[in-house]
């Protein structure tokens, strides 16, 4: 069954340094999204992507945060100065549609800002 | 903004006994998806509702969708240990919105 995969599985970087979470959705999704999850707590969307631009995106979702879709199959979020707050696993998803279809999230990437 | 909550935090049952989860939004929801989530793992799509007083059943799941839109229910008949997990309910709140809105969570414990 094809999987959105996501890089590296685990992050630890020092606050203040640039992050960059690779993606690699679903080859025939076209809807492209990062949702975070802080230790213990609930999913929470960041921002959906489609036809190589943001669709919606969140209040979470500030000025520190931008995606891109470098090429054909990656999916990129960055975080340019990281916080401690940053710190989460960071799943990505994707779809097929928007709205009623299946969302499916990769193993996510544990960030962990010190 | 839309909340939905999920009651109760924590379950812990002994092997054999039912499970049931609920979900509540502040808001009329165009759809209800829950998911599973491993220790550890990444949610993972159980079902989608999309009908008022919609029900579904997955061999020992039942899923509801409320009257209203605005809440639902997965209820587990039997729990086995396989079941462990956090069960997140999620919707959107409109059908032209990318933004899937997740629960609270609830945590289940299965003792053998």
């Known amino acids: 069954e094809p999987e959105v995969t996501q890089t590296p599985s685990h992050q630890v970087t020092q606050m203040g340094q640039e992050v960059i979470l690779r993606c690699v959705p679903i080859s025939n999704h076209l809807y492209f999204y990062w949702y975070r999850q802080i230790l213990g707590q609930k999913v929470e969307f960041l921002v959906s992507f489609y036809n190589n631009e943001i669709s919606e995106k969140s209040e979470i979702f500030d000025d520190q945060f931008s995606v891109e879709r470098p090429d054909g199959s990656n999916f990129t979020l960055k975080i340019r100065s990281t916080k401690l707050e940053d710190s989460a696993m960071y799943f990505c998803a994707s779809s097929p549609g928007t709205g009623l279809n299946t969302i499916y999230f990769g193993e996510g990437s544990w960030l962990t800002v010190v | 903004g839309q909340q939905v909550m999920q009651i109760p935090q924590y379950q812990h049952v002994q092997e054999g006994e039912d499970f049931t989860t609920y979900c509540n939004s502040s808001t009329t929801l165009s759809n209800i998806q829950w998911y599973k989530q491993r220790p550890g793992g990444h949610p993972v799509f159980l079902i989608q509702?999309?009908?008022?007083?919609e029900v579904k059943k997955q061999k020992r799941l039942t899923f509801q969708f409320g009257e209203a839109k605005k809440n639902s229910s997965l209820h587990i008949t039997a729990t086995q240990t396989t079941d462990v997990g956090t069960y997140f309910c999620a919707g959107h709140g409109t059908y032209n919105t990318d933004k899937l809105i997740f629960g609270t969570g609830t945590r289940l414990q299965v003792f053998p």
């Open positions: 509702l999309v009908k008022s007083g």
